[in-house]
């Protein structure tokens, strides 16, 4: 049983909804990661998403595209990310880390050894945007021959066909998009998130985080009423980038703190 499964396990045991948080590797600095992801764990985070960063990040909306710019002119590879996830394991050995990014990076390093150095890391699973499930069964059918999730993005205009897909390939958890558009953006229907994620839920039996879009806890406690867990990305690194570096892992910690208050007190 993988980390991602277990800690929603015990979430469901708990009556607890999940708390999946997002930074990007490198950034606002590449000494600042690994504090960064122990901030977000003390915060209350029950996984961490780890972004790579990337020259194209089509789903991002400018703030994680501020992230990855900022990542990239530090020179943040691959490399780093996985040295990123091998550093915060000497010290946690509980809360799984998910690597997302896009497939140029993998396909570029070959798939096969970025199973093999992600296992080796001590990473959990992967999110990568731009792998359909259509068309990447074997890729799918790798990682979990090596007991690491892939999880697959759900957005308002997948089809029933897609969703099945996912149900088939997907592993750890499902991450549905709250709405047509970029990360960071607002305006979530909770109403049509709840409709939808019940749609979901007749064809995949996993847990169902909700993201792109939530960026308070009073949306986080709407949304935490229809899916087993919240993600948020663009609101954490916006913490970062009007806090002082030094001051980022504090800022981040007590935002997630209040996050996980509202969430447990739903």
Known sequence: ??????TFNALKQQGKTGLVTFVTAGDPGPDV?????????????DVLELGVPFSDPMAEGPVIQRACERALAFGISMNDVFNYVLEFRKTNQHTPVVLMGYANP??????????RRAKAA????????????EEC?????????????L????????????????????????YYV???GVTGAGGIDTADVARRVAAIREH????????FGIRDAETAKSVAAVADAVVIGSRIIQELENTPKEQGAEAVRAFVAGIRAALDAK
Request: charged letters at 20%; aromatic letters at 6%.
């Open 151 to 174: 999880i697959f993005l759900l957005a308002p205009t997948s089809t029933v066909e897609r969703v099945k897909q996912v149900a088939r390939h997907g592993s750890g958890f499902s």
């Open 204 to 211: 995949v039996k996993l847990p169902i985080g909700v993201g």
């Open 106 to 115: 993998i396909e570029r390093m070959g798939p096969s050894e970025f199973i």
């Open 33 to 45: 990661t690994v504090p960064i992801m122990h901030a977000l764990v003390a915060g209350g985070a």
């Open 122 to 133: 001590g990473a959990d699973g992967a999110i990568v945007v731009d792998y359909p499930p």
């Open 178 to 180: 709250s709405l047509k």
């Open 1 to 6: 049983m993988s980390r991602i499964e277990l």
């Open 137 to 149: 069964a074997d890729f799918a059918a790798e990682m979990k021959a090596n007991d690491l999730d």
